[in-house]
């Protein structure tokens, strides 16, 4: 398992998500989206890096619907 770098774990994240499927990207879309609701409610300090995932997943998947348009 990889240890978590604060520094490193927005690039990391989003360089990762350029190696999953469309079904993956689907599912940390949806499952952090809802990660995130949740934490917001309770005040979770870890909401905002599940908001970040769902946005990454979102521009991951966005930039892949692209591509196939050109």
Aim: proline letters at 1%; one cysteine or more; a negative charge.
């Amino acid at each position: 398992m990889a240890t978590y770098n604060e520094e490193s774990w927005h690039s990391d994240t989003l360089e990762r998500f350029r190696t999953l499927s469309t079904s993956e990207l689907e599912y940390i879309r949806e499952d952090a989206y809802q990660a995130a609701k949740v934490g917001d409610a309770f005040g979770n300090p870890k909401a905002g890096q599940y908001w970040d995932e769902h946005h990454y997943a979102c521009m991951a998947l966005k930039e892949r619907s692209a591509s196939k348009k050109r």
